[in-house]
């Protein structure tokens, strides 16, 4: 099963994008989804968490609160990013991840930049 990202580019500071990410084939049993971002010699961080399962929290990075907001569709394997309000630290690769509790398997994409110009 391949992840496969959408939507980056380059934008300025202000605007708006909207990161899609879609699978391969549909996977099963999906437990959360969420959206990660990293910048050259830093690690990965969170973005924004959805869990499919247990109520459907909802989490955010605290940078990004108030200005991004996650969705998506379990049953398709969908999974979307809308960010706005964009800063230029906003600067990116951003990655798409899905756990599967059927299986264990965290899935991530191949990844988006996301570049927001001052």
């Known amino acids: 099963v391949q992840l496969v990202e959408s939507g980056g580019g380059l934008v300025q500071a202000g605007g708006s994008l909207r990161l899609s990410c879609a699978a391969s084939?549909?996977?099963?049993?999906?437990?959360?989804m969420g959206w990660y971002r990293q910048t050259p010699g830093n690690e990965r961080e969170l973005v924004a968490r959805?869990?499919?399962?247990?109520?459907?929290?909802?989490i955010y990075a605290d940078s990004v609160k108030g200005r991004f907001t996650i969705s998506g569709d379990a049953d398709k394997t969908t999974v979307y990013l809308q960010m706005n309000s964009l800063k230029p630290e906003d600067t990116a690769a951003y990655y798409c991840?899905?756990?599967?509790w059927g299986t264990g398997t965290n899935y991530w994409g191949q990844g988006t930049q996301v570049t927001v110009s001052s």
């Open positions: 991840n899905v756990y599967s």
């Open positions: 084939r549909s996977i099963a049993s999906i437990h959360a």
């Open positions: 959805m869990w499919v399962t247990g109520g459907g929290d909802t």
